[in-house]
Structures are given as C-alpha cells and as structure tokens.
C-alpha cells in the first residue's frame, strides 16, 4: 500500500506508475478543495487535464492533516503502509511529524520519498519551486526557444523528471526490503532530476568554453538535425553519423559533391555552417512533397518524422496499429489512456478509474476502525 500526501505534478506522477503497477496508492486530499491540480483547468470531460492524467487508480481520503483526528488516521495508514510518498510545502512534513527520520522508529518497514524543488538543505531549502521556475534554474530556458527569445519547455518537464526519480527510487527501495527486512527514505529534488537531463549542455558548455546556442527546433550540436521546407509542409531530418550524411547527399539531394564540401565534412563544420546548409538542402528538394521525401528518407535509412499536434499525436496510426490506448473511468465520464510504456507480454497495468474528491474515505476510515 502507498499513502500519497500529493499535490500538483511531481509526486502524483511518481504514485500514478505505481497504481498502474496494481500498487493500492490511497492520495490524501484536503477537504472541499483536494490536489489543487484538480482546478487547473475544466478540459477533460469538466474536469483538469493534469489530474486526469496522474490520478487514475487512485483512493481519494479526504484529510485535514492539520488536525488532531488526522494523528490517528495517519497512524493507522502508516502502520500498514510499504510506502510514503510525499511533496508537502518545504517545512510542512517535519511539522506533521512525517520527516524521514521522525518516521523511522515508528515504522521500521517503511519506504519513504520526499519530492521537493531544491532538496532538504542549501540556501534555496525553504524556497517554493513549480516547474517554470526549476526549469529556470537548472538552465533549461538558457538553451531552448530562439536566438532572440527562450522558451519553456511545453511540457511539465521538471515535475516529470522528478516523478519518474521518485517512481524508480521506490521501486529500488521495495527490492533492497526484500533483501534486508528494512525500510529506508529518499530525497528528490526537481532541480537535482532535471539537472541530471541538463548534463550534456553543462559540458558542451563548461569544457567547450562557450553556451550552447537556441536554435528553435533544430538541434544545437548536429546538423542536419531538424525542420526542412517541402511541398506540402515540413520535414524532420535527423542525421546521427558521417556515413549517413553521405547518404542524404548522394541519395536524396542528389548532390554527391557535398560530401567533400570542406563547409560540410564533418558535423561540427555543418553546425558551424548551418544556416547555409539549410539554404542548400531546401532548394535540393523543392520539388519533392513532404510525403514522398519522407518515403524516400525511409528507403535511404534516414531519420526523419512529421511535426503532429496533439490532437494528431492522439489519432497516431503507430499507436493505432499497436492497441495502445484503453479507456479509463472518471467521475466525468470515460476518457481515453495510454498504457504505461513498459509493456510486458501476457500482462497489462491495471489502469483503474480517476477517483471524485473523497470517494473512499468512508470505506477508508471503516477499514481502519476510525469514525468518519
């Protein structure tokens, strides 16, 4: 059993891969309101995207963690709980008696995970971290978005670095009790997750001795790596290797000179030459729709996509063909969900419904013999 004090993204998103596992996570709410992810927006069905998305399989108990009741109910769930996750404000668990260490002696067995923005000491301990701001912090905007302008990242990718820490931390951690009988605690912070996915930008740019520049969607060390004009829209191209840049220049440009064009010999010459190479590849293929460039690419054994929407992501022929998508109950009505990208055959997650604020506390409160 996992007991979530959740809120937002982070934890929620690190729970969720464990109810999907068939784990029972029971997610305390505060009373009346809930996860204030639950009012991020009224899309899905009339209720927020976000808690749709990371909430499903979940037992919704309705708590006032402030109050003296709470103290029983809490002891009662910790004391049949394997796992704790946590990612209450900076300060907020040790107030509740809920620090790792507070826990220890009370629950032996106990894993426990505490998410946070900045991790339990430094000077940014008690500051309040949301995925915009870490993504600041660790260094992401630096190197996304334009030369004129950075840009976020379109998703909450420090939230989900962090979930996806704290989900594999658990798992690590359920092992290492298998082994040894005891419980143990962790810490995930958002700036250390995200920092981890940040570390080829911090060398290229420490050891290289200069930022790595934004280029919107083009890649910003390889090249060809990125949108390309063709009739009919853009082409994605991503060229990994020497080898294949002779391939595109001999196969699909049709421009074999290219290849000891000292411009272009090597990658680190295309990215230093990129905007000219863009102006050749373009005018090379001009007369070539989008559609038939992208099956000639696939004959040559070149790299390349088509940008979709979302809306076109969720209509997805690959994940069409392959049964990706299931259908999940929630309060609103059913809506449609991708299994877990682990697949593993003869065996499928469990993907129970979305639960409405409070469903289970009564059923909760009686199975713990505590009045509601």
Not at 269 to 283: C, H, Q, Y
């Amino acid at each position: 059993m996992v007991v979530a004090l959740e809120q937002a993204v982070a934890a929620p998103f690190a729970t969720r891969q464990l109810a999907d596992l068939g784990a029972r996570v029971i997610k305390i709410e505060r009373p009346g309101a809930g996860d204030f992810a639950r009012g991020y927006d009224r899309t899905t069905r009339g209720q927020a995207s976000y808690f749709v998305w990371l909430n499903r399989g979940k037992e919704s108990l309705e708590l006032d963690v402030k109050s003296a009741a709470a103290h029983a109910v809490l002891d009662a769930l910790l004391a049949r709980a394997d796992v704790l996750v946590q990612n209450l404000a900076p300060g907020a668990a040790d107030r509740l008696g809920l620090a790792a260490d507070q826990l220890r002696d009370r629950y032996p067995a106990l894993i426990s995970c505490s998410v946070s923005g900045y991790g339990p000491d430094g000077p940014y301990r008690g500051k309040k971290a949301y995925d915009l701001l870490v993504q600041c912090e660790a260094g992401l905007l630096s190197v996304t978005g334009t030369p004129e302008e950075p840009v976020k990242a379109g998703i909450s990718v420090a939230d989900i670095a962090a979930g996806m820490y704290a989900y594999t931390g658990v798992l690590t951690a359920l092992y290492e009790r298998e082994r040894t009988g005891r419980g143990s605690s962790f810490e995930v912070a958002m700036l250390d997750a995200l920092g981890e996915w940040m570390t080829q930008p911090v060398y290229y740019s420490v050891y290289g001795g200069r930022p790595i520049r934004r280029s919107g969607a083009r890649h910003a060390s390889i090249a060809p790596y990125g949108p390309y004009a063709a009739p009919g829209g853009q082409v994605f191209l991503g060229l990994q290797n020497d080898r294949e840049w002779v391939v595109l220049c001999e196969r699909i440009l049709r421009r074999p000179e290219l290849v000891a064009d000292a411009r272009f010999r090597t990658n680190p010459d295309r990215v230093a030459n990129d905007d000219e190479l863009t102006v050749i590849i373009e005018d090379a293929l001009k007369d070539v729709p989008a559609a038939r460039l992208t099956e000639l690419l696939d004959d040559a054994g070149i790299a390349n996509a088509r940008l979709r929407t979302p809306q076109e992501f969720a209509g997805h022929p690959q994940l069409e063909a392959r049964d990706r998508w299931r259908e999940v109950d929630t309060p609103g009505g059913p809506v449609r969900a991708l299994l877990p990208p682990v697949t593993v055959p003869g065996r499928e997650a469990a993907m129970k419904p979305v639960p409405a604020l409070g469903q289970h506390t009564a059923a909760i409160l009686a199975e713990l013999g505590l009045d509601g």
